[in-house]
């Protein structure tokens, strides 16, 4: 298996479906000429021209509400934000317009549609600049959400979203664009949307992490691993639909969880999965579900202040410890 | 205006009593002082007391209900007047008993002032306790209902006293062993209905079910609880010497001609053992010690007292005689057989069960040889002792009779370590083998 | 896509822009410079634009339809059969009417605001189906779902009824950067009210427009309240045609009173985004009758204005253009509006009679996924 980054991995998957489907086209702030605020479309504008690699201006209610009318019309959009916090300004079009009108036309009209780029805390960028939107898309019905971890996910993912003929919020990493995986690269190679990963197997507690909180979880499974105890840990990969179902029967084997999710923590992923635990799984519950979350403020500037703000390894480790009693 | 009669408080482990008898009838005036029912406790049956005078106008529980502690047992008043008030005040999701919060609080003030270590080293259990409302996590009340295991009988090991998995794991591993501490095996006639669903019989015989269905007795319950805490919190270790005895039976027939002569109490071995017990205990504090989680120290108390374990029909409880290392031998026994003749009769009172420093458990009688013991918390150590043998030994060359008892002392390794008790033991052959310097 | 890459006239013609019977004429030459047309009342006859009686006779009763549907809404409003808002277009038919006779329906797309029953009804959704929606019953256009402000019909590439002020004119574009894409030859028009100006989405959808020269017309239907609120009170400059000059697109300013001034107006513009992919933007002054929504007091304007503009009323104005022209008579007319009239009872005799939704449609359509796991 090729080993290669996300972002080559994100193309990888990109560049497949376009050569198997002239109806997709990709749209975004410097996806053509300057290839990519984040090199992830390097070289698609070379190969498909102007017209399916479309550099936008910078107008995001703009650009999203055209894909989704040229969704709605037939074709099958991928819109990139050049980060997920610049989406806000075309908030309107994902949730009213691309989650909403295949409900409203009482299923008339479809809206097979990606978009994508990278979300979350990407170090000292301040408040603006470093938001985890997924709790905010996945409220919304008629959205799928997907958060990818690794290349070979993103692969079999953004090939699976492509494809869907649902609207999907694709959320990737800036920091993790340069992460190296092995990927299995197959035309049909397609990762179902809405199933976890169980990336580790363990009997004392359940850590769930998506996108950069599955890097925490699994070292924090190592840590207790030193001290002689076995963490299952789930990767999610998918946020709406969430496959609550793996995460519930790891529960109820282990007894306990830990929940890491760099999302500020008040009605965040953590809160509902928290919830549809203890719904599903109550008298399977040894101890409270713990998370490991963003401070409950803006992101901050200061180094120290960023590091602070951010769910760490350590504070997941004694979470980890205090559900299981030791 | 009518008053309530509610289940007091009447020793630090009760989470609640049974009514065994009712002494007094609806209709008969009472007066403060007047025993109106008798009350089973984890420890004891205890006279239930009227502190109001008035007529008993309604029994609200019957003979064999168990109420919680500030539940109601009854109402006082004038006569004719109507109990519904107070009746109502009570009535809660648990029926007429439930207790409302104030008057809890009431009575936990009047609960009987227990001795320091006694009380604190039982904090978890006391948590768990305390409002009436047991902290479990989902699972352990799940476990606890699926095999049948009371949650009230179970001491919580997690934060605040909350029972977590592994406790009831640990209670149902050692409901399937008797503690060895229990030295008498239940007689205790079936009474009244099972309190939990019996799993389905195994094999049934005709008409006649494979088994006897033995109502769990608050006695019963405490012994569980407490025992099983302590085998799954106290990580035990287990030393065992075998120690020559020719001199303590010489000086004990020496000791018992004059008691004789004198008309005082016989002394027993197990005086003896008690009195050398608390002779070593005085030498290493170390020993006569509680892990207090909670508090986050080890106490090293100055005190010896020492709790004698007593079979008894249900069970069997710790009577605790107070400074044994300041009391002579004669007292020692005086106070021991006194002690062990109110445990069979049931009227040890509360405060002379509590308080122990250290344990010992005699299965001599019974013709055992040696056995290890649990822990009774929060003691750090208990001594197990076996029965005196004759054996052959080698004396001088030749081989002789001789005499020898093999003790066994458990110890929480959370506070004494090997070396420590090994030393501890090494001081406690020395009196043994040397009886007379427990008189000096 | 920033490159102009124009599909040729022929083309454009053989993809059918003819199908509704009628020449449409190409402007030989309009100078992209700014120069803003005006299409006023009474400027056009029939003869000039091509237009017969029939087709003129349609038009009429594609007016009155709207009109006779909406005044019986607005009863059954009253009688509690319609709930929520109902947004009333009375006043405003000679817009949808004009523009959706202009169009190649079913090739060309049309999305609107949330005053969507003139122009679905106007594009040739079924009055049966329009009613049933505003009841609520699985029989409505949009199953019950939708509601006043969310008729959609796929067949008519009507994209909808939307709520949100000015939401949907990025998707418009959308709609016409697809027709581009697939080279089908189709165009879009999206509609929406003077109130949307003011929003960003509006400016952010016709600068890629004009950037990425979409075949789209953007209609103002300016009449003339964003709700209670007069345009001069909102825009520092009303005029709103003049907003088409920084995203380099002509422009025109329409009397939407007179059907055949809208007509020729969209006619002329469909034909430059369909010949040459050139977007452009119309302003259409028009007026409603009724409020802002069942629930408005109207307290923004005088009895007198609305006397005054019910004066100009499209429907009268093409009755007696008809009669002028010795093109029909009241008697004719009058049946018409009895057969309009008779559609409408019909509509809400099919509205009552068609069931609520079943409860469990309430997890349908929210995804294509059929087994889409719902947190239930």
Redesign the interface.
């Known amino acids: 298996m090729p080993e290669m980054q996300l972002r080559e991995a994100i193309r990888q998957a990109m560049v497949e479906e376009m050569e198997r489907d002239e109806n997709i086209f990709l749209i975004g702030e410097e996806v053509a000429q300057y290839n990519g605020a984040y090199k992830v479309s390097q070289g698609m504008l070379d190969q498909f021209g102007e017209k399916r690699v479309i550099d936008s201006p910078i107008s995001e209610a703009g650009f999203a509400g055209l894909g989704i009318g040229a969704a709605l019309n037939g074709l099958r959009p991928i819109v990139e934000f050049m980060t997920w916090n610049f989406s806000f300004v075309a908030i309107d079009q994902i949730i009213n317009n691309a989650a909403k009108v295949g409900y409203m036309s009482g299923g008339q009209f479809k809206t097979p549609i990606v978009f994508r780029g990278p979300n979350g805390a990407a170090g000292q960028l301040a408040a603006t600049h470093n938001t985890s939107v997924e709790a905010i898309y996945a409220y919304f019905p008629g959205l799928k959400v997907i958060s990818i971890s690794n290349p070979d996910d993103a692969y079999g993912l953004m090939k699976s979203a492509i494809r869907d003929d649902d609207p999907v919020v694709f959320l990737e990493s800036e920091v993790m664009y340069g992460l190296k995986g092995e990927v299995e690269v197959d035309p049909e190679r397609l990762i179902p949307i809405g199933k976890a990963r169980i990336a580790r197997e363990g009997d004392d507690v359940t850590l769930v992490g998506h996108n950069k909180s599955y890097w925490v979880a699994m070292e924090v499974a190592d840590r207790l691993a030193a001290d002689g105890y076995s963490a299952e840990v789930i990767d999610p990969r998918t946020i709406r639909p969430f496959d609550f179902d793996t995460v519930i029967e790891s529960v109820k084997k282990t007894n306990r969880c830990v929940i890491i999710d760099e999302s500020n923590p008040f009605a965040s992923i953590s809160s509902e999965i928290a919830f549809q635990i203890q719904d599903r799984a109550f008298d399977y519950l040894d101890a409270p579900i713990r998370r490991v979350t963003a401070k409950d403020v803006p992101a901050p500037y200061a180094k120290n202040l960023i590091a602070h703000y951010m769910p760490g390894a350590d504070d997941a480790y004694e979470a980890c410890k205090k559900v299981m009693y030791v | 205006m009518a008053i309530a009669v509610e289940m007091p408080k009447m020793s630090d482990t009760m989470t609640e009593g049974v009514l065994v008898a009712w002494l007094a009838d609806e209709g008969d005036t009472v007066a403060p002082g007047d025993i109106i029912a008798q009350v089973e406790t984890d420890k004891a049956t205890m006279d239930l007391e009227a502190y109001d005078d008035g007529v008993l106008l309604k029994k609200v529980i019957g003979e064999g209900e168990a109420v919680p502690i500030g539940g109601l047992i009854a109402v006082l008043g004038k006569a004719g007047e109507d109990p519904s008030a107070i009746l109502a005040k009570y009535q809660g999701g648990d029926g007429a008993a439930a207790a409302p919060e104030a008057s809890e609080a009431e009575v936990s003030t009047d609960a009987t002032p227990s001795a320091a270590p006694a009380a604190s080293g039982d904090g978890a259990a006391t948590a768990s306790a305390s409002g009436g409302r047991i902290k479990a ?6 476990l606890a209902q699926e095999h049948g295991i009371a949650l009230g009988s179970i001491a919580g ?3 605040e006293g909350r029972i ?3 406790d009831v794991e640990a209670a149902m591993s050692t409901s399937a062993a008797a503690p060895a501490t229990a030295p008498a095996p239940v007689t205790t006639p079936a009474v009244a209905a099972p309190a939990y669903q019996p799993p389905p019989p195994i094999a049934v015989t005709g008409s006649e079910p494979a088994y006897n269905a033995v109502r769990i007795s608050q006695m019963r319950k405490t012994i569980a609880r407490r025992l099983a805490q302590s085998k799954y919190t106290a990580p035990h270790f287990y030393l065992t010497i075998d120690v020559d005895m020719d001199r303590m039976v010489e000086v004990r027939k020496q000791l018992n001609a004059v008691a004789e002569a004198q008309g005082t109490q016989k002394i027993s071995f197990n005086d003896l053992i008690t009195k050398a017990c608390a002779a070593a205990l005085k030498q290493h504090p170390e020993v006569n010690a509680s892990y207090l989680e909670q508090e986050g120290e080890i106490r090293q108390y100055h005190a010896v007292h020492i709790a004698v374990a007593v079979a008894v029909d249900e069970g069997l409880v710790t009577p605790v005689i107070r400074d044994v290392d300041q009391k002579g031998l004669t007292q020692i026994a005086e106070e021991t057989r006194a002690l062990a003749a109110k445990a069979r009769d049931r009227k040890l009172q509360p405060q002379e069960m509590e308080g122990s420093t250290f344990t010992t458990s005699n299965l001599g009688m019974f013709g055992i040889e040696e056995f290890t013991a649990i822990i009774n918390p929060p003691n750090a150590c208990i001594l197990a002792i076996g029965g005196i043998r004759d054996v052959p030994v080698v004396k001088d060359g030749a081989i002789v009779p001789g005499k020898r008892m093999k003790v066994t002392l458990s110890s929480d390794h959370r506070v004494v370590d090997g070396a420590v008790g090994a030393t501890f033991m090494a001081t406690l052959r020395s009196y043994f083998e040397e009886p007379m310097t427990l008189l000096l | 896509m920033a490159t102009k890459s124009k599909p040729s006239a022929e083309a454009a013609i053989e993809n059918g822009a003819d199908t509704n019977g009628h020449a449409v004429k190409v402007p030989n030459a309009l100078e992209f410079g700014f120069s803003s047309k005006t299409y006023q009342a009474d400027e056009f006859t029939h003869e000039e634009l091509g237009l017969s009686a029939e087709q003129l006779l349609a038009m009429y009763r594609n007016m009155l339809l709207q009109r006779r549907f909406e005044e019986r809404a607005a009863q059954m409003y009253g009688k509690q059969k319609i709930a929520g808002f109902l947004h009333l277009y009375i006043g405003q038919e000679a817009v949808s009417t004009g523009s959706a006779t202009a169009l190649n329906i079913g090739l060309d797309s049309v999305i609107t605001a949330y005053r969507c029953h003139g122009i679905g009804l106007a594009l040739g959704m079924e009055p049966n189906v329009c009613m049933a929606e505003l009841f609520g019953k699985i029989d409505g256009c949009s199953r019950g779902k939708g509601g006043s402000m969310h008729f959609f019909d796929a067949e008519k590439g009507f994209y909808g009824g939307h709520g949100i002020v000015g939401g949907h004119i990025p998707v418009g574009g959308g709609l016409a950067f697809a027709h581009k894409y697939k080279g089908d030859g189709g165009v879009s028009l999206t509609f929406f009210g003077d109130g949307a100006v003011g929003q960003g989405s509006f400016h952010e959808a016709l600068n890629l427009a004009g950037l990425y020269d979409l075949p789209a017309l953007f209609i103002i239907e300016n009449n003339q309240y964003a709700m209670g609120t007069a345009s001069h009170r909102a825009f520092a400059d009303p005029d709103f045609y003049k907003q088409a000059i920084p995203y380099d697109m002509p422009s025109a300013l329409v009397n939407g009173m007179d059907v055949l001034a809208v007509y020729k107006a969209v006619s002329d513009h469909v034909a430059l985004a369909r010949e040459q992919s050139q977007p452009s933007l119309l302003e259409i002054r028009t007026y409603r009758y009724r409020g802002h929504s069942m629930s408005d007091p109207q307290k923004y304007r005088t009895k007198e204005e609305l006397e005054q503009k019910k004066n100009e009323d499209p429907i009268i104005r093409l009755k007696s253009y008809l009669m002028e022209h010795n093109l029909s008579d009241n008697d004719a007319l009058d049946a018409i509006d009895d057969e309009v009239k008779q559609l409408v009872l019909d509509a809400v005799e099919f509205a009552e009679n068609s069931p609520f939704p079943d409860l469990d449609t309430i997890w349908e359509d929210v995804y294509v996924q059929k087994d889409y796991p719902f947190i239930s």
């Open positions: 996590s989902p699972l352990a009340r799940r090991s997690g934060p977590v998995k592994r």
